[in-house]
């Protein structure tokens, strides 16, 4: 993936921070910190050719702002919302999303279903819950033709069979580029089975 010399030191001031905060809390695990680029950067930024071209989207859970800086980065004219419970998580988001001059991040220290949200194009979470948690917050946030997109490890199948019996939706499947035990799904018209 090429990108302009801005988004490149973006990615690179990026990495500088996380690597810097990591080592005060722990936003990425010791192991995944050493292949930063391929494990956490790139393996985000396959997601931004999957999202709608343009509307709101928000990163729930969004830690170390992955998917939700990388997308930023990529995208610095789009309205991001970066929600986090984790109060030392959020300010390193506030910190980050400052540094890198991205204005339109938004940043909600705040559990999912407390945050204020506007009607959303897409919602993306990478490793915060398994769907039958993520769908809720799915149907709530998202605007009509919305789309949730969440990359999965090897427990896809497992959750996709767990979701469906209490939600229906429009499933696409995208293998990842990055890790080849990773799916990468992208789900729309997503309702209740009890409405």
Do not use: Y
Request: hydrophobic share 45%; glycine share 4%; aromatic share 4%.
């Amino acid at each position: 993936m090429k990108h302009s010399s801005e988004t490149t030191e973006r990615f690179a001031a990026f990495r500088d921070l996380l690597l810097r905060w990591n080592v005060r809390i722990n936003l990425i695990s010791g192991e995944t910190a050493a292949d930063i680029d391929q494990r956490h950067i790139a393996d985000c930024a396959q997601l931004q050719p999957l999202l709608p071209k343009d509307g709101p989207i928000a990163d729930l859970g969004s830690g170390a702002g992955l998917p939700g800086l990388v997308l930023a980065i990529l995208q610095p004219e789009r309205e991001i919302h970066l929600v986090e419970s984790d109060k030392r998580k959020a300010a390193f988001l506030v910190e980050a999303s400052a540094q890198l001059q991205l204005p339109m991040v938004r940043v909600h220290a705040c559990r999912a279903e407390n945050a204020k949200l506007p009607p959303l194009a897409a919602i993306t979470a990478r490793a915060l819950a398994p769907l039958a948690v993520l769908l809720p917050h799915a149907a709530d946030f998202l605007a009509p033709g919305g789309m949730a997109l969440f990359p999965k490890g090897k427990t896809a199948e497992k959750e996709l069979t767990e979701a469906t019996q209490d939600w229906h939706f429009t499933l696409e499947r995208f293998p990842s580029a990055t890790n080849p035990e990773a799916t990468i799904l992208r789900l729309s018209n997503i309702h209740s089975v009890k409405h």
